[in-house]
């Protein structure tokens, strides 16, 4: 009797807390997930001030090559801004993100001034850190 009680007790608290348990994708804790968001809102806050000092500040070392000034322009400034415009607002594509290891994709449906798009996010985990890899618009 004690155990078929704690078992409907159990099922309950499972049925009534069912988002608590579950990762934002396949992988990806809440957490984690609110980490990288938050560094792809800063991002996007850097890309739409055209600071790409700003815009690079999260990024992994391992990209340290390429953020640089004249890859922002050529990249973000020349071809991103030039065809989409500026970011407007994003949401997120459980569905086409995950984590696997130290590498994670994160996918957003995306506003942007001049036409909406895609926003796919690379992560790499460095030194036991969440650090951005590259941003796509498509």
């Not at 690079?56 to 030039?82: C, H």
Request: hydrophobic share 45%.
């Amino acid at each position: 009797m004690m155990i078929r009680s704690l078992s409907i007790l159990l099922l309950v608290v499972a049925l009534a807390f069912p988002a608590a348990a579950e990762d934002a994708a396949p992988g990806m804790s809440q957490d984690t997930f609110q980490q990288m968001d938050a560094m792809l809102g800063n991002a996007l806050n850097a890309y739409n001030a055209g600071n790409w000092k700003a815009f690079y500040k999260d990024w992994a070392q391992l990209m340290s090559g390429i953020a640089t000034e004249q890859s922002f322009n050529s990249l973000y400034v020349n071809m991103y801004k030039k065809n989409f415009g500026d970011y407007k607002s994003r949401t997120f594509v459980r569905e086409r993100s995950s984590v696997a290891g130290d590498h994670a994709v994160v996918v957003y449906k995306a506003k942007f001034s001049k036409k909406d798009g895609d926003i796919g996010v690379n992560y790499f985990r460095e030194n036991g850190k969440w650090k951005l890899q590259q941003i796509q618009f498509n």
